[in-house]
């Protein structure tokens, strides 16, 4: 069983950053982030995959957000920039025991317990 802590949400005015850390407990080979808004349905936002599988980004937050990770530390990154207030979410980790990039949650085996993001405009 691995465990997933997320840190670094918090208030932020659109246009700003934010940077999200997801330690595991464990190894893992895909991490990723998802996101639920009220009222809404949990989407993907990010993968990375262990070393030589590459990332792969929500079309939402492409070219905005870089997920990266320390697999020394077991840890993985979300670098949010340029927020908007259609940011706002929980933010989840996720890590999977599947190779690739898995973009379904039904497809990670852990979750974090979330962290909320706020971006006011």
């Known amino acids: 069983q691995v465990q997933l802590v997320e840190s670094g949400g918090g208030l932020v005015q659109a246009g700003g950053s934010l940077r999200l850390s997801c330690a595991a407990s464990?190894?893992?080979?895909?991490m990723g982030w998802f996101r639920q808004a009220p009222g809404k349905e949990r989407e993907f936002v990010a993968t990375r995959g262990w070393i030589g599988y590459g990332t792969y980004y929500a079309d939402s937050v492409k070219g905005r957000f870089t997920i990266s990770r320390d697999n020394a530390k077991n840890t993985v990154y979300l670098q949010m920039n340029s927020l908007k207030p259609e940011d706002t979410a929980v933010y989840y980790c996720?890590?999977?025991?599947?190779?690739?990039?898995?973009?379904?949650?039904?497809?990670?085996?852990?979750w974090g317990q979330g962290t909320q993001v706020t971006v006011s405009s």
């Open positions: 996720a890590a999977s025991r599947r190779v690739g990039l898995p973009t379904i949650g039904d497809e990670y085996d852990y």
């Open positions: 464990g190894r893992t080979n895909t």
